[in-house]
């Protein structure tokens, strides 16, 4: 095809063999986009359908244009090595392809195909057309030619491997190529090796031509195992994208059921939690109504209570007047009632001295001070003021079965509304001189025999009827107070 465009024909005969030229490219273009001329096209498939038909409206177009050129052969360029260089030019020039071979090593192998052609090229010049070499605009796309051929022999394994095979062995340099008179030989240096200018020579072609062939033998399985390795990681990070996207919608819903789990857990914790502190209160409140504090403090800890001896201490007993009598004309559940208000009162009011309630059994109430906490000479003075206390409070209770009589205490050995203490008791009392103590006469004590004894009659700082001191006392309202101390509140809070 090249030969018959060199041809001297007229414009007519070279007109009528343009079908001729034209219909064997397209022909061998098929046969190369379909992979059957050497192996190494791809095929034209329906994705490169487009590209294909670009591909051979382009190859037409540059072949009318360089046949439309009246001075093909004054210029020394054939129609051929025009289209062939516009083809190329389609893919970016030189700089554009060493551009790409520092974005991925793989385009050195299309350099070298590229700059191979484009040389191959120059030699059918400069064989058709001799006249070529001594025009400045040849010399210099031959000489910027080779300097990249040369860096590309350099970078290139293969294409170093196979001019080496190609060229440098069986091409006879020794021998002055045909036209090579008009070259510097300096012009071509490649990797510090010596070679004489390939200068038009038929065998020159030759062996570009096999060099050409060699490189695509070697080269486009790499690329294509390459091109391979490529698909098939964009096709994995595709999978990994889909499978990303398919779990993500479950993976959040998973986790925001988990949040709302714990959440959830968390919310049901803290219930049982409090759940559970009120539970422990209302357990240490009961432990505290059975036992000293101190002791049950101990019993916590998992310590041993040892008996322990008090030298001094008071104690104070009282019992309801006439409370059998009492009993007799009420209802079971009203002496309940009037038992319940009547120590709810005492409770309430013993929480504001230094004391301990030892026990209740029926209306008997028992109280000690000093113990089980030690505090000096103090415990007199305490169960004094807590005795005179209950005796004012006691005022305030109502029988139920009888509203308008109220309940009267004894306390220690008495009459009515009267606190019977001993001479111990007295001894320890006037120490500090702030109570009215009168003497009773000496009596006989229960267990101990003759005895002095003393009735406690007041506190010279206050009076009975001191407001500050009376119980002022709701049952209702008591009783609501106790059950907010038993479940949210300690004893010691509520004093």
């Not at 009037?338 to 030892?358: A, G, Q």
């Not at 000093?370 to 005796?391: C, F, T």
Request: with cysteine; net charge neutral; charged share 20%.
């Amino acid at each position: 095809m090249r030969h018959l465009i060199t041809k001297d024909l007229s414009n007519e005969t070279l007109e009528a063999s343009i079908s001729e030229i034209l219909f064997p490219v397209f022909a061998h273009l098929s046969d190369e986009m379909a992979g059957n001329s050497d192996g190494h096209g791809i095929p034209c498939s329906v994705e490169l359908a487009g590209f294909c038909q670009e591909l051979r409206w382009s190859v037409q177009g540059f072949l009318n244009t360089s046949m439309d050129t009246n001075d093909t052969r004054e210029n020394g360029t054939s129609a051929y090595s025009l289209a062939i260089g516009r083809l190329l030019d389609i893919w970016g020039t030189v700089e554009d392809t060493l551009t790409k071979v520092n974005q991925n090593v793989n385009w050195k192998d299309v350099l070298s195909a590229r700059l191979l052609i484009q040389f191959q090229e120059l030699n059918h010049q400069l064989m058709d057309f001799p006249h070529v070499a001594t025009r400045p605009d040849f010399q210099y796309k031959w000489t910027y030619v080779l300097s990249y051929l040369g860096f590309a022999r350099v970078m290139t394994e293969q294409l170093n491997d196979c001019w080496v095979e190609n060229i440098d062995r069986k091409l006879n340099l020794s021998q002055t190529p045909k036209h090579s008179y008009i070259f510097n030989t300096s012009l071509w240096r490649v990797s510090g090796a010596r070679t004489e200018l390939l200068s038009g020579s038929h065998a020159g072609i030759q062996a570009l031509t096999h060099t050409q062939q060699c490189l695509f033998d070697r080269a486009v399985p790499a690329l294509r195992l390459a091109s391979r390795a490529v698909s098939s990681g964009l096709s994995m990070r595709v999978c990994l994208l889909s499978i990303a996207c398919l779990i993500y919608p479950v993976v959040m819903i998973s986790f925001k059921q988990m949040t709302e789990w714990i959440q959830n857990y968390a919310k049901s914790l803290k219930e049982k939690t409090e759940d559970l502190k009120r539970q422990r209160q209302l357990a240490e409140d009961l432990l505290h109504q059975m036992l000293p504090k101190s002791v049950a403090r101990q019993l916590r800890q998992h310590k041993h209570v040892e008996a322990e001896s008090y030298e001094k201490v008071t104690i104070f007993f009282s019992d309801i007047v006439g409370f059998t009598s009492i009993s007799a004309s009420c209802a079971p559940l009203q002496v309940v009632e009037m038992l319940n208000n009547l120590y709810m009162c005492f409770d309430t009011r013993i929480d504001s001295y230094d004391v301990y309630k030892v026990e209740t059994i029926g209306d008997a109430y028992m109280v000690v001070s000093g113990l089980p906490e030690r505090n000096g000479d103090r415990h007199a003075d305490e169960i004094a003021k807590m005795a005179l206390d209950l005796v004012a409070a006691v005022r305030q209770v109502s029988i139920p079965h009888m509203p308008d009589h109220r309940l009267q205490l004894r306390a220690g050995i008495h009459t009515a509304q009267k606190i019977h203490t001993s001479s111990e008791t007295f001894l320890a009392l006037i120490k500090d001189d702030a109570y009215e103590l009168q003497l009773r006469g000496e009596i006989e004590v229960k267990g101990k025999g003759k005895m002095n004894t003393y009735w406690l009659v007041g506190h010279k700082n206050y009076s009975v009827q001191n407001d500050s001191l009376v119980c002022h006392w709701n049952p209702n309202k008591a009783r609501k107070k106790k059950i907010l101390a038993g479940s949210d509140v300690s004893v010691d809070n509520v004093s």
